[in-house]
């Protein structure tokens, strides 16, 4: 329930009325229109996919291109490499989240590393359906994009370093 109308005495009402008494209403609306929302971005293809070395230790992953080395890996996993933008997808189902990670990748706009939070799972009954769907995907269709990538320590996060035309 909404907050109740201060109560106004005789007195404060009487003044307002004479505040007022000469004004007009307006002949229409001057409210501004709210912009259009705007359309969701669509890939229309998606750049080829390309193979990576992946390495793993228990539910820590990395994967890289040929010319990456295991230090740039290692500094990505600690965070040492700063990531230009977030993708928070803590709450989305592994569909949606796949959704928001291809229309996200697709207009990088020249970043060269992002920081993709996928969480661990820990809210799941059956593992981390979503981490493995946001790996799966920077494995697969949206290997084109990735130059490398590393889970965070904590892995509920992965580091990923985008190819320089991406």
């Known amino acids: 329930m909404g907050a109740k109308r ?5 007195e404060d009402q009487a003044l307002f009325h004479a505040a007022v008494a000469g004004a007009t209403p307006l002949g229409q609306r001057d409210r501004i229109p709210p912009a259009p929302a705007r359309a969701a971005v669509r890939v229309t293809a998606l750049p080829a996919e390309q193979k990576l ?27 040492r490499v700063h990531a230009e933008e977030t993708l928070d997808l803590h709450g989305d189902t592994a569909k949606r989240g796949v959704e928001r990670l291809r229309e996200f ?17 820990t809210h799941s009954e059956h593992g981390a359906p979503l ?3 946001v790996l799966g995907e920077l ?11 590393a889970t965070d320590a904590g892995e ?9 035309g991406a």
């Open 53 to 79: 070395v992946v390495e793993g230790e228990g539910s820590r992953y990395a994967a890289r291109s040929p010319g990456v080395s295991r230090a740039q890996i290692a500094q990505l996993r600690a965070g």
């Open 156 to 164: 509920g996060a992965t580091y990923v370093l985008l190819r320089g």
């Open 6 to 10: 201060p109560v106004v005495s005789p």
């Open 105 to 121: 990748l697709a207009v990088s706009n020249g970043r060269r590393c992002v920081l993709i939070v996928h969480g661990k799972g």
């Open 139 to 149: 494995l697969g269709p949206l290997s084109g994009y990735v130059h490398a990538f």
């Open 131 to 133: 981490r493995e769907a």
